[in-house]
């Protein structure tokens, strides 16, 4: 959808909800979670709680080294514009 430029809000949204959802942060790796707020931020399509959690659980990880230098900086970058 984002590279396309179509939005689909429902089912943004419906992904938002349920990687905020109980036990749904935690099950994404640092891969899948940069590719979820690109996605997010590339669409131009906010959900603040997903993009809050996302940050918070970054920063609080013990160590970035899970983090390849390119999905870091998708992570950085999709932060910064949404």
């Not at 990687?19 to 669409?43: C, E, H, M, R």
């Not at 709680?49 to 609080?60: K, P, Q, R, S």
């Amino acid at each position: 959808f984002a590279t396309a430029g179509v939005s689909h809000d429902e089912l943004f949204k419906k992904i938002g909800n349920h990687v905020t959802g109980p036990g749904g942060l935690g099950s994404f790796k640092p891969q899948d979670l940069s590719n979820i707020v690109w996605a997010f931020a590339t669409a131009g399509v906010l959900h603040p709680e997903l993009f809050n959690m996302i940050g918070h659980h970054v920063a609080e990880l013990g160590s970035l080294d899970s983090f390849k230098a390119q999905a870091l900086s998708n992570t950085a970058w999709a932060l910064a514009t949404a």
